[in-house]
């Protein structure tokens, strides 16, 4: 929307100077001024469309839930993820540790059966600019998994969403 409202202040403005340059005597201008002729841009649909999409794609995520984990076999290994609205993974942040890690989605596999449909979704970690580990975070009925292999060596951690951390909650569980 920032976008859309610069574009039109900046279409208005040159149509103004456009104006005035009319109304101005040709006599009138000195050696050191210098007439640039301008045309503001045309606003279509598809320029409006152009910005929206430009917008959507520059936009930071925006949090709308975290989902607190507890190691399986270590329950004092606690990670906290955030969301957004559509349930994408934005950051992971591992409990005693002051920076929060930024995950990129790579995948998604829809599973049907059983009970509840099954959704594995696939996050490269990103630490210092590099892949660091990925993340296979499973979503099943009210149960959430999340399952880190080290990029280094390989190790798997598993994970099992902690319903006694506000679940689904607008802040984090540490």
Same mark, same amino acid.
């Given at each position: 929307?920032?976008?859309?409202?610069?574009?039109?202040?900046?279409?208005?403005?040159?149509?103004?100077?456009?104006?005035?340059?009319?109304?101005?005597?040709?006599?009138?201008?000195?050696?050191?001024?210098?007439?640039?002729?301008?045309?503001?841009?045309?606003?279509?649909?598809?320029?409006?469309?152009?910005?929206?999409?430009?917008?959507?794609?520059?936009?930071?995520?925006?949090?709308?839930?975290?989902?607190?984990?507890?190691?399986?076999?270590?329950?004092?290994?606690?990670?906290?993820?955030?969301?957004?609205?559509?349930?994408?993974?934005?950051?992971?942040?591992?409990?005693?540790?002051?920076?929060?890690?930024?995950?990129?989605?790579?995948?998604?596999?829809?599973?049907?059966?059983?009970?509840?449909?099954?959704?594995?979704?696939? @996050?490269? !970690?990103?630490?210092? /600019? $590099?892949?660091?580990?990925?993340? &296979?975070? =499973?979503?099943?009925? +009210?149960?959430? @998994?999340? !399952?880190?292999?080290? /990029? $280094?060596?390989?190790?798997?951690? &598993?994970? =099992?969403?902690?319903? +006694?951390?506000?679940?689904?909650?607008?802040?984090?569980?540490?």
């Amino acid at each position: 929307m920032k976008y859309l409202l610069s574009l039109l202040s900046i279409a208005i403005l040159l149509n103004s100077c456009k104006n005035t340059e009319k109304n101005t005597p040709k006599n009138s201008t000195t050696a050191t001024e210098q007439k640039v002729e301008t045309t503001p841009p045309e606003i279509t649909p598809e320029v409006v469309e152009q910005i929206k999409d430009d917008e959507t794609i520059s936009a930071p995520p925006v949090v709308d839930h975290f989902i607190c984990y507890k190691n399986n076999e270590n329950p004092k290994m606690i990670i906290w993820i955030s969301f957004t609205e559509k349930h994408t993974a934005i950051e992971v942040k591992y409990k005693g540790q002051k920076a929060t890690i930024p995950l990129t989605f790579e995948k998604e596999e829809y599973v049907e059966g059983g009970t509840h449909p099954t959704i594995h979704k696939f @996050y490269k !970690e990103i630490y210092d /600019g $590099k892949e660091n580990g990925s993340y &296979k975070l =499973t979503h099943s009925g +009210n149960y959430d @998994y999340a !399952e880190y292999t080290r /990029g $280094k060596d390989g190790k798997k951690f &598993k994970f =099992t969403i902690d319903h +006694n951390a506000n679940p689904y909650g607008k802040e984090p569980c540490f």
